[in-house]
């Protein structure tokens, strides 16, 4: 037995149409009974039997007309069985007053009998079917016991039985397979929507950017990780690439020399450095063009991560073998200068060999300080109290009492960073601006300014000191290894902050202040940053 399918929206259109069929068809014999259009074919046999008829049919249909359109009466499986079987009584009756099958009336009940088909089960709809077709048979075998039709009409009303049965049959067929296609097309279209909801996901949630744009350069569509990258905080905010003419240009010139490679860009004043890419969806020259938006940062620590494994193996090695000849150095040293017969000259010589000893042992201790650096463990770190309680160590730990200004631009500032590190690359930044600081002024004097970026969220500190700064000639060298300006030191203590930066997504960068102060830059990772 069929699963008895439920009214739905389709089902009930096609219940109203079939109303206003039978309330015209109805009105319309009432019209033309009443003004004598068809004697011939209407009513010929009981003139009074099919006005009433007509007359109580059309207030039925009328009255269900009524009710399907003002409360959206949807009837089940058994009220529209008896909707139906009513037009098929009506119909009969209508006929037997007409003069039997001959009339042609019979005919309608092939549209009641197609409509059972589509809204009914199979077996109501048969069942409607044989109801109609025994109703014609006997109307006709009636009839022609009381002598008022031929033989020919006991033909005519097999033949519409059979046509009855052939259509109930015929609709119940294609109203299955409609809606097994029907259901299958739902199950597509639900499949769909999924890989779209799922494809939407994937790009929302990826942390390369993704713009799509068209030939005319009008953007169709920017993932989360865009709107990051481009310091937009509101979701609502159109991206447009002519508020963006780094994008732009990069984008015009790709579309001139498709396999030129771009460069770095900067997107705002943070300094944030992005690679972008560009890709069109199809071969197409007008068709949709996807550009890709990476934060050089994450490129950065993957590069990172496989240097600083060669680099691990590469000091390991050199601390054993310089290690320990230079301890022996060292030591003959000293017991030189303890002879009694040293002369001046020979004691400075030895001052000399002792001090350059010392300073090739911290280069040492500095490059094995990297290679045995331990993994990053980032955590969520409340910046305002951790900067204070930074501060009263690190002047408790100096006996020069240094003076260290806190300068907080909001009052509650988070970020996601490893505690130690971060305290170790502020130690190296506030010793080499309390150093310069003291060189330039003879005070050991600086100031420590936390803030947020209002475009990328992003929390910073800066170490501002009060030191000559860096000649812009010398900017793109102060984080390579071994590179100093001071006789004695190791060169090491910028590029190791630097190594630290990347292993937490971070980014050190040296500017000047409004009043032209020297400034390291420390662009820390969002709170809800993802560590890979």
């Not at 900067?387 to 100096?398: G, I, K, P, Q």
């Not at 002024?441 to 500190?461: A, D, F, M, N, V």
Request: contains cysteine; proline residues 3%.
């Amino acid at each position: 037995m069929d699963k008895i399918p439920s009214v739905n929206d389709s089902h009930y259109a096609l219940l109203r149409v079939y109303a206003y069929y039978r309330t015209s068809l109805s009105s319309l014999f009432l019209l033309m009974f009443s003004l004598g259009l068809a004697p011939n074919i209407l009513g010929t046999e009981h003139p009074a039997l099919f006005f009433n008829t007509v007359v109580i049919y059309t207030a039925i249909n009328i009255f269900t007309l009524i009710l399907l359109w003002r409360n959206h009466f949807a009837p089940g499986q058994e009220k529209t069985f008896l909707l139906l079987f009513i037009d098929v009584i009506s119909i009969v009756i209508l006929m037997h007053a007409s003069g039997g099958g001959e009339s042609g009336l019979g005919f309608l009940l092939l549209a009641s009998v197609a409509i059972a088909g589509i809204l009914l089960n199979s077996q109501i709809a048969i069942l409607l079917a044989a109801i109609a077709s025994l109703m014609v048979i006997s109307e006709s075998i009636y009839s022609a016991l009381q002598s008022t039709i031929s033989s020919k009409g006991l033909f005519s009303a097999g033949t519409l039985g059979l046509l009855l049965f052939l259509t109930a049959l015929v609709f119940r067929y294609l109203t299955r397979k409609l809606i097994d296609s029907q259901k299958e097309s739902a199950l597509q279209a639900q499949h769909a929507a999924h890989l779209e909801k799922l494809a939407q996901q994937i790009v929302g949630r990826m942390n390369t950017g993704i713009i799509v744009v068209n030939h005319k350069n009008e953007t169709l569509l920017a993932n989360l990780a865009t709107r990051k990258l481009l310091g937009l905080t509101d979701s609502s905010d159109k991206i447009s690439l002519s508020s963006i003419p780094e994008i732009e240009d990069q984008l015009e010139i790709w579309k001139a020399y498709p396999h030129s490679r771009s460069p770095f860009l900067r997107l705002a004043d943070e300094g944030l450095e992005v690679r972008i890419n560009f890709a069109r969806l199809d071969e197409q020259n007008d068709s949709d063009i996807l550009i890709f938006i990476e934060d050089n940062r994450e490129i950065s620590q993957q590069a990172q991560q496989l240097k600083l494994a060669s680099l691990g193996r590469l000091t390991a090695s050199i601390a054993h073998e310089v290690r320990n000849p230079l301890g022996a150095i060292s030591h003959a040293a000293q017991l030189l200068r303890e002879s009694p017969a040293i002369n001046q000259g020979d004691e400075r010589l030895t001052e000399i060999i002792t001090t350059h000893s010392v300073r090739v042992n911290h280069i040492i201790e500095n490059v094995l300080q990297l290679s045995r650096r331990k993994e990053t463990e980032a955590e969520t770190l409340p910046l305002n109290r951790w900067v204070e309680d930074f501060t009263e160590d690190y002047c408790l730990a100096h006996d020069e009492d240094p003076i260290v200004t806190i300068e907080a631009l909001a009052s509650s500032i988070v970020t996601k960073v490893d505690p130690w590190q971060l305290h170790q690359i502020l130690s190296n930044l506030c010793d080499n601006g309390l150093r310069y600081s003291q060189e330039q002024t003879g005070e050991l004097r600086l100031t420590l300014k936390l803030g947020i970026e209002p475009h990328s969220q992003l929390p910073y500190i800066e170490v501002i000191d009060e030191g000559p700064g860096i000649h812009e000639d010398q900017l793109s060298q102060i984080f390579e290894p071994f590179y100093t300006n001071d006789p004695s030191g190791s060169g090491l203590g910028l590029y190791i902050c630097q190594e630290l930066c990347q292993a937490n997504e971070a980014q050190l960068r040296f500017i000047r202040t409004a009043d032209q102060k020297s400034c390291f830059k420390l662009t820390l990772a969002h709170e809800q940053r993802v560590f890979r």
